[in-house]
């Protein structure tokens, strides 16, 4: 199945772009300039050219260009085959533009080589999920595929598992504990480095909530919520917050870092960070 595309030319990625018709989130922020700009922006604000970097759930590739266009040398992982090719002709139009390299791989990052059933949103073209048994309930309408899942130590490149990644993206819709189990031996040899990951509670597979966040902490990771003015928060506190939202539409992204600075967006953005580090939650 082929998917329907505009092609558009977003004011925070100096090239053209290309976009999913009818689709209802990414798309139409795309085309009115840019998507996930403060996650874009702490990215940003962390690469030099020349770092390794992680697309994992890489959708038609915003991240990944972004990346490309900064310099970097990229490896993505979309699984749905119409989805990889759009953003396969992204990453070209940013290596075109820039100094970096990307190479997409068509499978979804997992904890062992397998097969599986992705449910694909009929509106929403970000929201793909792995399934077990029946698609969830929010997602009845969905459509149905079988994709291939690869652990990230067996499809890097052995100067990118041995010599360590600078930064990694984790958007897979609940896949994410089962993607890092998959890169185990990538963590171990990459100390200073930077994440953004979705902390999504409602579609996480492989393990609880709690048992994410204590993984990541144990790797030392210092974590925030990806704001425009992040701060350093517990484990225990990120839960809080979380569960306080709509369970099905309260995921959070977040921010990481281990072996490099945490505030990576200048002295305005950490203090204002302070400033709400000491307002949330009533502290």
Known sequence: MSLATRTVRPRNLRIEFEVLEGDSIIGPAIERGSWADHETALMLAHLRPGMRVLDLGANIGWFSAAAVLAGCEVHACEPVPEIAEVCERNVARAMAEGAGRCTVHR??????????????????????????GAAPADMHAARELEIEIAPVDELLPESFVQGGINFAKLDTQGSEWLALQGMRTTLAHSPRMALLIEFWPYALRGARPDELLQFLTAQGFTLGKATEAPFPMSAERILAQVSRRDPVKGGIDLWGTRGTPFHVLGLKARLHGLVRSLKEDGR
Request: charge should be positive.
């Open 107 to 132: 499978v979804a990052a997992g904890a062992a080589r397998a097969r599986a059933r992705i449910a694909l949103d009929p509106r929403n073209f970000g929201d793909n999920r792995v399934i077990e």
